[in-house]
């Protein structure tokens, strides 16, 4: 008797193929943009960290220059011009940022804040703080 003649491996079989499914679609998240590319909507939680004051002036990823007073920040993956709203889940204060740069590249941290941004959510003495970001445009 073939292994899927029999009714229960067949039932067996069924479930192991919808398991494997719903595994696969569960690894499509957040992290996966839309048609064209579209990031609005994507949101990611960990840590922020901020530039110190020894970049001030100097050239970014995207090829600005770093001006510690704008709400600016870097990102990873994000495309450079994208507006995100960070927010302080400790506090809820959220601020919006402009990302143009890349970084940062430490463990754990998912965004480095332009010190005027980082400083209108948490308190620059701390250095890090846990936050949930949304690309809103």
Request: aromatic letters at 8%; hydrophobic letters at 35%.
């Amino acid at each position: 008797m073939n292994a899927l003649q029999n009714p229960i491996r067949q039932f067996n079989f069924v479930k192991l193929a919808v398991l494997a499914l719903l595994s696969f679609l569960a690894g499509c998240s957040s992290m996966q943009t839309g048609e064209n590319g579209n990031w609005v909507g994507f949101t990611e939680s960990g840590q922020a960290s901020f530039y110190g004051d020894k970049h001030q002036n100097k050239q970014t990823a995207s090829g600005e220059l770093y001006k510690h007073k704008l709400k600016t920040a870097a990102h990873k993956k994000l495309p450079f011009g994208s507006s995100v709203k960070v927010t302080n889940v400790n506090n809820g204060k959220s601020v919006i940022v402009r990302i143009n740069d890349r970084g940062p590249f430490v463990r754990g941290r998912i965004i480095d804040l332009s010190k005027s941004a980082f400083s209108s959510i948490g308190n620059t003495s701390s250095g890090l703080i846990d936050v949930k970001i949304e690309v809103i445009k």
